[in-house]
């Protein structure tokens, strides 16, 4: 049995489309309805039992999952960045993230569990994921914190040695209309054209960039999912690991992505960035991605504008999610 806990999420629902499209279904999916719009991310899914995050970390508390398990993929945390509740985050992406890591590790459990790029803060320390660097690093929100200070303590107690951490960098694609304002810009540049023929882009808050030329790491989903599966079957995938395009590439660039792919002429608006994110805002991330490719990993990445493409012409459009 596989565990995917944050199943009804972007990137766990797809992991789980991922292992469905191997053949495997005998899934414990993992997570938090509530009153999202989440559930609609399971209809085409196929797994074995569902429960909610709360009576799955009871169980995990006393010891009634079955160690026979094959692995559990944790992908169950907030993913907001601007989430204001320190102590919400702190039990949440933390907390509750060394319960499954103590527990995968006295059961000889394979664990992989989703860190963040929003742990390198302003990129000054770079982009390696090597272990020995996650101490120099410096996260601009209590997001990023919340992830770093878990793999703080995996690397303080060892566990890196047994366990697989991912350090995701800016990943879109289908199953994320639930995350309202955390929805990816390909996703609202749909959105904003269908609305108006145009995307609002926020105006550069640091010299050195130009309006929309700050730059991100870009992942379509479908891409992220090849590489844990990957990592998921490799027996020497412990440590960190980016899980990034390894390009950096403009706002510009994909709003015309988004643009091209929907034959709109381009109009793109400049707005101010709130005052909340400024100080607090990535200009530029790109994952370095050597550690990754020497395990043997070696599918190519989609460009941006095959991505955004495939995205709004196969999902958006016509209100798909994956595997239907």
């Known amino acids: 049995m596989h565990i995917v ?10 992991i789980v489309w991922g292992l469905n499209k191997l053949g495997i279904e005998d899934i414990l999916l993992v997570d938090h309805l509530g009153t999202s719009e989440k559930w609609k991310n399971l209809r085409a899914l196929k797994f074995s039992d569902y429960i909610e995050k709360d009576v799955f970390r009871k169980l995990i508390a006393d010891n009634k999952i079955s160690p026979q398990t094959d692995a559990i993929i944790h992908m169950g945390a907030c993913s907001s960045t601007t989430e204001t509740d320190a102590s919400y985050l702190m039990d949440n992406n933390f907390s509750y993230s060394k319960e499954l890591a103590l527990f995968s590790a006295q059961h000889n459990i ?5 860190s963040s790029a929003a742990t390198y803060g302003d990129g000054s320390m770079g982009y390696s994921d090597d272990e020995a660097s996650i101490e120099k690093l410096r996260p601009l929100n209590i997001y990023g914190y919340s992830k770093q200070i878990f793999d703080l303590w995996a690397l303080r107690k060892g566990l890196f040695k047994k366990i697989t951490g991912l350090k995701f960098f800016n990943v879109f694609g289908p199953n994320e209309l639930h995350k309202k304002e955390m929805r990816s810009m390909v996703c609202r540049s749909f959105e904003q054209i269908m609305e108006s023929s145009s995307i609002r882009l926020f ?3 640091n010299s050195d960039y130009a309006d929309g030329e700050q730059k991100r790491d870009f992942l379509y989903v479908k891409d992220a999912v090849g590489m844990v599966l990957f990592l998921l079957e490799n027996q020497n995938s412990h440590g960190i690991f980016n899980i990034g395009s390894g390009k950096a590439e403009t706002w510009n660039s994909l709003a015309e992505a988004a643009f091209s792919a ?3 002429k381009s109009n793109i608006i400049y707005i101010d960035m709130p005052e909340t994110l400024k100080g607090r805002y990535q200009n530029y991330t790109k994952a370095e991605m050597q550690k990754l490719y020497s395990l043997g990993y070696n599918k190519p990445v989609s460009s941006l504008n095959e991505a955004v493409k495939d995205y709004i012409l196969n999902y958006l459009a016509p209100e798909k999610n994956l595997g239907d």
């Open 262 to 264: 929907m034959n709109i």
């Open 110 to 114: 394979k664990f992989i569990y989703a």
């Open 5 to 14: 806990t944050g199943g009804a999420g972007l990137i766990g629902s797809a």
């Open 203 to 205: 105006k550069s808050a």
